[in-house]
Structure formats: C-alpha cells, structure tokens
C-alpha cells in the first residue's frame, strides 16, 4: 500500500506543477499569453474583473502554491521530517482553490458579460484535482 500511496501522490502531483507552470505561471506574467495558449478565458467572455479574478490565481500559484506544492512533493520523494507538513499545506490548498474556481463560475453563470464556453470542463477537472488533493491528503496522514 506504501508504494502505491507514495505513487498516487507523486505522479498526479508532478503532473499538476507541470501544469501550474506552464498555464497558470506563466499567465501571472502575461495573462494574454495564457489566453492565447487557451489556458486563460479572454476578458471578452468572462468581464476585466473575471479575468483580473483568474489573474489573481495565476500570480498566487506563481508566489506561493506552485512553489509549496513543488517542494512539498520533493520532501515526500526524499521522505524528510518536513515533508508531511509542507506537503499537507499544499495539497490543502490543491483541495481549495478548485472549490473556489467553481463556486466563482456557478456564482458568475448568467452575469452580464460572463459567457464561460468552457465551463464543463471546469465542472469535470476541478473536481478531480481537488479529489486528487483530498485522498493524497489521507493517505499522506495514514501512511508509514
């Protein structure tokens, strides 16, 4: 169970920072790049404030959760003291920020100006990083 613990966390993990750096960080620089490489909503669609909103998450993933969530993965790799409790703190927020993104679209459906063509894909992934978030967070907590 250990191992397959230890790679239910790592994989997905990884997989997730990658993501988070090339969409999301690299938005918190240039959030029209990130509208471009189709990983942003244009303002068009979703209001300057929607897309100051998801800018907003870009730059706290960029400063903080990416980071956090990085080194967390690392210390559980290398299995040091410290791991649990960085580890934990990111896959909290991996838990949050999903919540937080779909309870903004369910908020913002049928504003004026808010037109999100996308949104099933936001109600079939978000879900999954933040299930992602919360079993890795258990088995982080119940394993050896």
């Known amino acids: 169970m250990a191992d397959t613990s230890f790679w239910f966390i790592q994989l997905p993990g990884w997989a997730l ?62 299995a040091t003291d410290w791991a649990i409790l960085v580890l934990g703190a990111g896959l909290g927020a991996t838990v949050y920020w999903p919540i937080a993104s779909l309870a903004t679209v369910q908020a913002a459906r049928g504003a004026p100006g808010w037109s999100l063509p996308k949104e099933r894909q936001y109600w079939i992934v978000l879900p999954l990083i933040a299930g992602w978030g919360l079993v890795s967070m258990i088995l982080l907590w119940v394993s050896p």
């Open 17 to 78: 920072v990658i993501y988070l750096v090339f969409a999301q960080c690299t938005a918190a620089f240039s959030y029209s790049l990130g509208v471009k490489m189709g990983t942003q909503e244009p303002a068009e669609q979703i209001t300057q404030v929607g897309a100051a909103f998801w800018w907003g998450l870009a730059f706290a993933d960029l400063v903080f959760y990416t980071p956090l969530l990085g080194l967390g993965l690392i210390g559980h790799y290398l």
